[in-house]
């Protein structure tokens, strides 16, 4: 993966070994990027995932102009009703991939309008987390950091059950309700600066 990304000169190259683990063995068929940026890290899916539809969502209209061979919208991340129009365009993303403009609420926002879109099973990863710890990027009180370790407790159910995968059935067994995130989040695995998020 390493060189892949040095190949299309993407600064992906710091989680080279993050992405070898959690995506090289996967086949993934419909990949959306959030910043696209000049279209490196695309070019790279594309060429991991031959038979995959990439698309990229990019602010910044200059940057498109940059890629003309790719599919990229151009809008702004934090805007629900862009990405939902986005999603009735392309389908259903079995991977989606924020590296976009590392705000708390852009990615946040992004990912609350987002994961309920992705397929079954598939991916979501929010890179450059070293923002939840910088005060330039905190545009609201709760970082996404503290969102991740949320969902932290969600997939635990806040300790509400001792039955893992059967937790939910468990939980709603008794009249309590479980949550979207409890029912709906498989796995949540931190690296250094990067989340991905499994969907059941």
């Known amino acids: 993966m390493k060189k892949l990304f040095e190949k299309y000169h993407t600064d992906k190259t710091k989680y080279s070994y993050f992405y070898e683990y959690w995506l090289k063995p ?9 910043g696209a940026f000049k279209g490196g890290s695309m070019r790279t899916w594309k060429e991991l995932y031959p038979k995959a539809k990439i698309y990229g969502i ?20 934090k805007d629900t009703k862009f990405l939902n ?18 705000k708390m609420s852009e990615q946040i926002t992004s990912f609350e309008a987002l994961f309920p879109k992705l397929k079954p099973c598939g991916y979501y990863i929010i890179e450059d987390l070293e923002t939840s710890y910088l005060e330039n990027w905190q ?10 370790k949320q969902l932290v407790d969600k997939v635990n159910f806040n300790g509400r059950s001792h039955l893992g995968e059967n937790g939910v059935m468990d939980i709603e067994s008794r009249g309590e309700q479980a949550d979207y995130y409890s029912k709906t989040i498989s796995q949540i695995i931190f690296s250094n600066n990067i989340c991905l998020i499994i969907k059941k």
């Open 58 to 77: 990019e602010a910044n209209p200059e940057l498109r102009k940059e890629s003309p061979d790719l599919d990229i919208f151009v809008g702004n991340q």
């Open 85 to 102: 129009d986005i999603i009735s365009q392309i389908g259903t993303p079995d991977l989606i991939l924020d590296d976009g403009g590392h």
């Open 139 to 148: 545009d609201q009180d709760l970082t996404t950091i503290e969102f991740l």
């Open 26 to 34: 996967k086949q993934f068929k419909n990949i959306l990027e959030i």
